[in-house]
């Protein structure tokens, strides 16, 4: 029996493998460049989006409350290419204006086919966002005044929001992944651009998940599924919520 312990935020995955997994061998090969860029499998776009909800979902839990930013390019902004450059210049300089930010972007194309970028910026001032509830606006950040992001993206207008760091930011930033992954125009970029240094899972596999997977006996999962594997054997994965 194979164990494999997974944590991000306050979810604690418990996958139960009926074989134990042996090492992988992996042979590599030189691939031939490939200048036309296919639509991406659904499965590829499922397993992005659980990436982003768990390292969001992780970054909440170790920075705490993160601004909900909107980049939006004030020319042209029909170039997949130049917006790739543009937000990795944006990345860079922030990280120069505020040394410990992270972030995370995801890339939507408006009803007019124009790019922009939806994200969030965590370790910088919260007090440059916007204070709502819904539609509704009770306070207008110093963003307002200071255009600070707005400088440093240096390509348009920055719309800032506070937020107050719930969970569900992971989700409500996952869906852009799943509504922009079918634009073809969206083949060539990544779907998700994260900072260097950003949170990942805690992973843990083999004895020590095993031991950890037995601390959570009594607890009552909020989600259970198994399956049966022809390679495997029956696999068992188990959810739990820490608070």
Known sequence: MYFVYKKYGEIVEITQIEKEITRKVRVYFKRRRNNIYPSRRPDNIRRTRQICVRRVLSALEEYGC??????????????????????????????????SAQSIFIPELSP????????????????????????RTFSYGDERKTRILAKLWGEGYVDATATNGSGRLAYYISKYITKGAG????????????????PKEEVVRGKMAEKLAKSYDKKKPI??????????????????LLK
């Open 183 to 198: 634009e073809i125009l969206f083949n060539a970029m990544r779907m998700l651009r994260i900072s260097h240094g950003f």
């Open 66 to 99: 993160p601004l909900l930013v909107t980049l939006t390019f004030a020319g042209d902004a029909s170039d997949a290419s130049y917006a790739n450059d543009s937000l990795r210049a944006f990345q860079v300089r922030l990280r120069t204006q505020y040394s």
């Open 112 to 135: 007019r086919g124009r790019i922009h970028f939806h994200g969030l910026l965590f370790n910088v001032p919260m007090s440059l966002g916007d204070t709502r509830k819904g539609k």
């Open 223 to 240: 989600r259970e599924w198994s399956k049966p594997n022809i390679f495997l054997g029956k696999i068992t994965k188990k959810t739990y």
